[in-house]
């Protein structure tokens, strides 16, 4: 059997990360002892050994990581090919007794495009058990929860992007799961959405249920809570704060691309600041490479430059901003 | 000063028990289904075969009151029965194997199919529901209109020969055709169910599910008749669905067996029931919360 290639063994620097594996904590909410999962010839997830504590997690990795597995190991929608997955105390693998206990958010779209979405939210209390008058109860409340009062008669089919998410977070709290699973619950989602996504997440959290959710980008992570979980090519790579995966960040050359009018004046102005490393003028002599240890100084500092200056900026990018980049870091 | 837990509590009110999970997945589905007018329809036309034959069996009354003129109330009762009994009834039959087949394949098709295109599975199976609850539930909902386009039709038209009788000599001579109705409806209603239900579970396209299940409806009865055809041997119409089903049908009712249905009614019974739960079984192989390679 072939596999993924394995990262080598993790190497960090802030002493909250955790170099060995913490040992399992075999009352947390979610246990995964040596999960495995393959897919054919292709690993999923490769000996997974961890513990989820209580509260909000997040769980972080590249696009093709291994989140998504990883949840579906999580809540019984695929089995483990070797190890064990126990939430909330009980084996997951065929036991639907436990989704009483559990809600997930799918990542892809998952429903009944003909349902209205207050008819989708309340089928799903129905087949979590509840009356009803009950479900009719139960949905309404969610579908206020995350914004969606208005459109409750409008059909499925017909939500945007951000409407669809939303429908999905309700019917995953639809019956009060002391478990919420949240797969990239984000995706999609306009700046005002996200925001109340992630103020629902801290909610959940505050309320005292255990949440769980996937994301591939750092700082929405970072918005929800401040514990994360790393997996990359199908290892947990790290478990720990999100600050110290910033202060790992920080302490790597973080490569910027700026685009203006005077390239050459920007350049030697940025030079005269000790976090800036190297500048290099592209061919184009349109654009600036450059590469500093303090990032989230120099974003803060360009655009006071740029006031300074009269330098008209067009564009500012950096390619170290997603998530494959933190990786590479973190596993050189 | 009382400090009160402020962490999550779980709802602590009565859930339904499990043992009748799938009967939310059936009302739900039967319920959605009769929002589409076209099925409405299609349930409607499927009594006009009763309607038909209601007139005939009136016409057989008329008949009735002048043989109980003739001969008196007992010998006409006997001539009732045997004009309106199982050979009779059995007319029905062909026409509601027909509409249960159509009401299949509008109603049917798409019972897995679309969960699987949509990617329902997902939310089924992240409910306290196993894939029995999801295959009864489903089972459910189909069962439910076959039923409507079968035992409806039957039980009426016995009414109707009932009530059109001057006197109760019919239905003493005839009391068994209900039950054996109600058996044949079942039959085909469960057979029916179960094989759409496992083509459905093959595709995720549910208009090319029910030209599946239609194109093995027919063909499965034309290489039947053409077996029977070129042999003239009958044991070969158990390669059809209908042919099965009648000839069932012809043992249950006690109805006169025709030339091609001249073998055991216990072959067919035979085919019926690996079809059946063969289908069935396939379905609970097919369903699966995610479809992942193994």
Known sequence: MTTNPQPEPVTMKPATMKKTPAPVDPSAPVVLNHVSRWYGEVIGVNDIDVSIPGGVTGL??????????????????????????????ESVWNNPGIYRRIGLCPDLDSFWETMTGYEFVRYTARLAGYSAGDASTRALAQLDRVKLTHAKDRKVGGYSKGMRQRVKLAQAMVHDPELVVLDEPLTGLDPVGRRE???????????????????????????????????????????????????????????????????????????????????????????????????DDFYSRVPELAIETGIGIERMTSSDDNLEAVFHYLVK | MALYDQGYRHWDGALSGHATRWLTITQHGVRQALRNKWLVGLLLLSQLPMIGLSFVAYGMLQAGDRIAQMEGADAAAVRMAEGLGADFFMKLVPMEIFWVVVICAFAGAGLVARDRESRALEIYFSRPLTRLDYLIGKFGIIFTFSMFATIVP???????????????????????????????????????????????????????????????????????????????????????????????????????VRREYDYSWMWSALVLAVLTFGGLLLVLRRVRAVEAVK
Request: aromatic share 6%.
């Open chain 2, 154 to 256: 039957s039980l009426l038209l016995y009414a109707v020969a009932v009530i059109c009788q001057p006197t109760m000599g019919y239905l003493k001579q005839t009391w068994t055709m209900p039950f054996a109705l109600a058996a044949v409806s079942i039959v085909i209603s469960t057979s029916a169910s179960a094989v759409v239900l496992a083509f459905s579970s093959l595709g995720s396209r549910y208009r090319l599910v029910a030209v599946g299940w239609i194109g093995f409806y027919f063909v499965s009865i034309g290489f039947a008749q053409m077996l029977f055809g070129l042999t003239k041997q009958p044991e070969f119409t158990i390669v059809g669905f209908m042919n099965n089903l009648e000839r069932v049908a012809i043992a249950l009712l006690g109805a006169t």
């Open chain 1, 60 to 89: 972080l990795g590249p696009n093709g990581a291994g989140k998504t597995t990883l949840i579906r190991l999580m809540t019984g929608q695929i089995r483990p090919s070797k190890g064990e997955v126990r939430v909330l105390g």
């Open chain 1, 197 to 295: 996504v992630i103020e629902l997440v801290r909610e959940l959290g505050e309320q005292g249920r255990h949440v769980v959710v996937s994301s591939h980008i750092l700082h929405e992570v970072e918005a929800m809570t401040p514990r994360i979980l790393l997996i990359h090519r199908g290892r947990i790579v790290a478990a720990g704060e999100v600050h110290d995966i910033r202060a790992m960040i920080d302490e790597h050359p973080h490569r910027i691309e700026i685009e203006c009018d005077d390239v050459r004046a920007l350049a030697r102005r940025l030079l005269e600041f000790d976090d800036v490393i190297r500048v290099a003028i592209e061919d184009d002599a349109k654009r600036l490479r450059v590469e500093t240890v303090r990032p």
